[in-house]
């Protein structure tokens, strides 16, 4: 594994590339990208499953990161995946746009790599998403 706090470029190539990697199968990709998100950003991570007493299984319905005031939002859907990003302001959604899945990947990746050059718990969270 290569050492993540040394090429802020390759992380950010790094992770975008692992999320694509997961995401031709819609219930894998939202099952696998919500343990990852879970294990390697437990404060910033919300995930939504499907309810239901009886069910058996309870998939998951959408998938929120939020770092500082943005939002980063996956939420299944009838043609597959909408994904969604946002900017909040004290609670106020300022921005709040629906993105093709590969644009939200990108800027996703993106900001997780600018915030984990300013923070040691967000370095040690981008490793683990990039396993």
Do not use: C
């Not at 294990?39 to 319905?61: D, I, N, T, W, Y």
């Not at 597959?80 to 899945?101: C, D, F, P, S, W």
Request: aromatic share 6%; hydrophobic share 40%.
């Amino acid at each position: 594994m290569a050492d993540l706090g040394s090429a802020p470029g390759s992380n950010f190539e790094m992770l975008a590339a692992s999320l694509r990697a997961d995401a031709s199968d819609v219930k894998t990709f939202l099952e696998v990208l919500a343990t990852k998100f879970s294990g390697a950003l437990p404060s910033m991570v919300q995930v939504e499953r499907e309810g239901g007493v009886f069910k058996k299984e309870h998939p998951v319905k959408a998938i929120r990161v939020q770092i500082e005031e943005h939002g980063y939002e996956l939420r299944h859907a009838a043609g597959g995946i909408e994904a969604r990003l946002y900017h909040q302001v004290q609670g106020i959604t300022l921005k709040n746009q629906v993105v093709r899945l590969d644009e939200w990947i990108e800027a996703l990746s993106e900001h997780l790599t600018r915030h984990a050059e300013s923070s040691a718990s967000a370095r040690n969270a981008l490793d683990q998403l990039v396993r």
